[in-house]
């Protein structure tokens, strides 16, 4: 990353794998209800970003897009 700034480890943030199911959960929720992609995307950032004001916002949207766009994790 620019700066020498470290990708964020979630789950040192939060402790657990919640934020990723909250966050694929509106993203889905949103296209499934006929949202655009854009507009998913900013729903899911928005709740991530919510939880965790801390993290710099360019690091929550390459996590989130990461997520969303990654499917299921088995």
């Known amino acids: 990353m620019a700066g020498g700034a470290s990708k964020i480890d979630v789950l040192e943030v939060c402790g657990s794998d919640c934020c990723r199911e909250a966050v694929t959960r509106v993203y889905t929720s949103m296209q499934s209800s006929g949202a655009s ?3 998913a995307l900013g729903a899911a950032v928005r709740v991530f970003r919510y939880h965790h004001p801390e993290v710099p916002s360019g690091q929550i ?3 989130v897009e990461t997520w969303v766009y990654s ?3 088995h």
């Open 37 to 39: 992609d854009r507009d």
């Open 71 to 73: 499917g299921p994790v």
């Open 61 to 63: 949207r390459d996590l």
